[in-house]
Nanobody, 116 residues
Framework: QVQLVESGGGLVQPGGSLRLSCAASGFTISTYAMSWYRQAPGKEREVVAA???????GYTGPVKGRFTISRDNAKNTVYLQMTGLKPEDTAVYYC??????????WGQGTQVTVSS
């Protein structure tokens, strides 16, 4: 059974850090483009960071310099290291895997709340 399971979310104070993990099962991520999205209340889901199968990386503007995406193909896991967190980073964070139009998988999401 294909599955993506995110973990690592929680409540953190402004300026704090969290590391999100996305563990894949039922398929191998090595040939997939992996990305992190987030969706804040009342807003559309937006891409935060992405890493393709060759290691090329991209970030959305507001998180550049603060977030780092990485992948460990041996562990079949993708990570999102988040530092310098701000209240506007509060959202549900989702992991996405794409190999083709027919092979697109989403995780269930993990809540990140940045508040004092």
């Amino acid at each position: 059974q294909v599955q993506l399971v995110e973990s690592g979310g929680g409540l953190v104070q402004p300026g704090g850090s969290l590391r999100l993990s996305c563990a894949a099962s039922g398929f191998t991520i090595s040939t997939y483009a992996m990305s992190w999205y987030r969706q804040a209340p009342g807003k559309e889901r937006e891409v935060v960071a992405a890493i393709d199968s060759t290691g090329n990386i991209g970030y959305t503007g507001p998180v550049k310099g603060r977030f780092t995406i990485s992948r460990d193909n041996a562990k079949n896991t993708v990570y999102l290291q988040m530092t310098g967190l701000k209240p506007e980073d509060t959202a549900v964070y989702y992991c996405k895997a794409v190999a083709s139009k027919a092979n697109v998988y989403w995780g269930q999401g993990t809540q990140v709340t940045v508040s004092s």
